[in-house]
């Protein structure tokens, strides 16, 4: 009698942290470790939403018989697009035809493509809701060669329009939630490259709106990083302005590794909670409410203390030496920005200072040791580098770090660059004349996104 063939029901039984690798899983059963975990002392689970075996179909309201990831085969798909201007269809080749023209967009090169997939796999589902945004984030990367002579005028133009489209995007599943997620993404860099004004509600915007779907949302690998993006973006206007961001996010998987976040994404609910806690200290005088604050800062430092990136045995083999170095010298300067804020919602400039002096030179010096070795700068720092860089003193500090903006506050915006240089100069000299005894509290708006307004100032 013949074997029968596998069922067409046959269940996948590769555990959690290699198919998340996409390794071969050796193992007899769910019962028992595989071979990868137990070589590497690893707890081997497989806890995620099990699948049937084979293909599973997508919809898409466009032709697209595989998904293009060369310049050639983006142009090619392009062609065929009606409604399609030349100058639409030049400008969505530039962002996604080449995975390094998006390279300020990710920590280190190796996700380059993985940021260029995530965007043409949403442009092929939904190519007209998210075309306007799309050419708006390619406006604003073009303007940063000089050679490309490209304006504001069209990125704005774009910007105001994929703004409208955000607002009128009706959300009811999953799928829409993942749509909204890099629509908002790609709206929100934009307008942070050009404008730096309204930022945070944008993400407000979405965060709020993808909020009851978000479970589900995350667990796709291709839009969970630009969740984080607009959760980084408005956390760092919301530290700068003392108010509460839309949501306490926990990182669902501890072995990924953030495309944009790098290993830091579980520093991120501290940020949030240090973010409520200063709007409490900005908002009452209670002294039963400023005890408890102060217990609430104690543990937070426990913590933050204590973090270490939970990914760091996984990175040899599937990073480069460079892309390491850049990954842990992210993760240490989020983790000493934290302990930094957290010291100066106790203590105001002149208490202490020494303690804040050794976690703002140990920032600096991670950051300028990690451009060495990898010749590049980390990317996406912006926030713990203003952090550490408003309690330098010494003129030739200052100096030097003025001259650094330009390596680390985020390259892709001239404009965050610009309203950096203010914010510090007017914080020190703040300082210097003892008008403030906090960057929290200065009276120039210490913000990297300027001030906040309504998005309405796009339309």
């Known amino acids: 009698m013949a074997n029968p063939g596998p069922s067409v029901g046959q269940l996948r039984t590769a555990c959690d942290r290699c198919y998340e690798l996409k390794a071969r899983c050796a193992r007899a059963s769910t019962a028992v470790s ?3 975990c137990e070589r590497l002392d690893l707890v081997c689970s497989t806890v995620r939403p099990v699948r049937p075996a084979g293909r599973r179909l997508q919809k898409r309201t466009l032709p697209a018989p595989a998904t293009p990831s060369k310049e050639s085969e983006i142009s090619a798909w392009l062609e065929n697009v009606p409604g399609l201007l030349p100058e639409e269809r030049e400008l969505l080749v530039f962002l996604l035809g ?34 306007d945004a799309y050419l708006a984030c390619a406006s604003a990367l073009k303007q940063l060669d000089p050679a490309l002579s490209i304006g504001t005028d069209n990125s704005v133009r774009h910007a ?11 959300i009811s599943s999953s799928q829409d939630a993942a749509l909204c997620l890099t629509l908002g993404a790609a709206l929100a860099l934009s307008v942070y490259s050009t404008i730096g004004v309204g930022v945070a509600d944008i993400c407000h915007y979405c965060l709020t709106a993808t909020n009851p779907f978000v479970e589900n949302v995350v667990s796709d690998r291709h839009t969970e ?54 709007h409490s200290l900005a908002n009452t005088a209670d002294t039963s409410v400023l005890a408890s604050v102060q217990k609430r800062l104690d543990g937070i430092h426990t913590s933050v203390e204590a973090w270490i990136p939970s ?4 990175l040899v083999g599937q990073f480069e030496t460079a892309e390491i170095v850049a990954l842990l010298a992210q993760a240490k300067t989020y983790r000493l920005g934290a302990l930094l804020v957290s010291h100066r919602l106790r203590h105001g400039f002149g208490q202490h200072d020494e303690q804040a002096d050794i976690w703002s030179r140990e920032i600096m010096m991670e950051l300028e040791m990690a451009r060495r070795v990898t010749e590049r700068p980390v990317r996406y720092v912006t926030l713990p580098f203003l952090i550490a860089a408003v309690e330098l003193q010494d003129p030739s ?14 390259h892709f915006s001239l404009v965050i660059q610009k309203a950096a240089r203010n914010f510090l100069c007017r914080v020190w000299n703040d300082r210097d004349l003892q008008i403030t005894s906090c960057w929290f509290d200065s009276i120039h708006k210490p913000c990297p996104i300027l001030q906040s307004t309504d998005v309405t100032c796009l339309a």
């Open 34 to 36: 595989c071979a990868r």
């Open 98 to 131: 080449r995975p390094e023209n998006i390279d300020c967009y990710v920590v280190c090169p190796r996700f380059q493509v993985a940021a260029q997939q995530s965007l043409v796999a949403q442009l092929l589902v939904a190519l007209p809701t998210v075309k």
């Open 160 to 170: 105001s329009s994929a703004l409208k489209t955000l607002r009128s995007l009706t």
């Open 225 to 278: 990083p630009w969740h984080g993006v607009l959760v980084l973006l408005e956390t760092m206007d919301c530290l700068c302005h003392r108010r509460k961001p839309t949501l306490r996010i926990q990182p669902r998987n501890s072995e990924s590794v953030d495309r944009h976040l790098g290993l830091c994404s579980p520093l991120l609910p501290y940020y949030y909670d240090l973010c409520v806690i200063s």
């Open 311 to 314: 990914h760091m045995s996984h």
């Open 397 to 410: 500090a200052r100096n030097k770090a003025l001259q650094s903006i330009v390596d680390y506050v985020d």
